[in-house]
């Protein structure tokens, strides 16, 4: 809810928040005669990579490996450059379709054209860029589980990883586990 209260879920109000969600919550309701709260914590196209808790990383010699590589990335990365590449690129397609030169993209000033996504440790498909914001702000709650739905961006391409992202799912869940003191949190995982 915007205003960051709690709504009742009805069939009318749900479609706003996760279908998926929704009949969980209400099934569970049911079944247990009480009141369940649900938090819908979404970020369209993140991989699991984004939502592991960052200390983690080092607990897996394959998930070291993938947190060194973006660290390296983080190292390299020169945000006039990559702006640049973004604008020239952009450019390029503008004109391609034959826009006017009204049309095309303003020449970017100190990489203000840049996205997170542009941004190698800022990116959604990055380690622990989603997770604080996710999962980290409600550390401190009494929640009594996690359903988690996740991995259609980790299945494209050269996202396709199963190796990793078998080692990054039991990662993921430890580490919420351990932020939230609860080593028996149930968490449930929906293919």
């Not at 069939?11 to 938090?39: D, K, V, W």
């Not at 604008?87 to 826009?99: E, T």
Request: hydrophobic content about 35%; charged content about 20%.
């Amino acid at each position: 809810v915007e205003n960051g209260g709690w709504e009742v879920s009805t069939p009318e109000t749900a479609g706003g928040f996760s279908a998926i969600g929704y009949h969980f919550g209400a099934s569970l309701q049911r079944a247990l005669g009480i009141p369940i709260g649900l938090i819908c914590n979404a970020r369209g196209g993140a991989s699991i990579e984004s939502l592991v808790p960052r200390q983690m990383f080092d607990k897996d010699p394959l998930a070291r490996r993938y947190a060194e590589s973006v660290e390296r990335r983080i190292a390299a990365f020169d945000p006039l450059a990559q702006s640049e590449v973004i604008w020239q690129r952009q450019l390029a397609r503008a004109k391609s379709k034959g826009l006017p030169e009204s049309k095309w993209p303003k020449k970017p000033v100190n990489g203000d054209n840049l996205t997170s996504w542009n941004i190698p440790g800022q990116s959604p498909s990055d380690m622990a860029s989603c997770y604080n914001g996710m999962f980290g702000v409600f550390k401190g709650c009494n929640i009594k589980g996690v359903l988690f739905h996740q991995g259609y961006n980790n299945a494209i391409s050269s996202n396709c990883r199963p190796k990793l992202y078998r080692v990054l799912t039991r990662l993921m869940i430890e580490g919420i586990r351990e932020d939230f003191a609860d080593p028996d949190l149930p968490f449930g995982i929906i293919g």
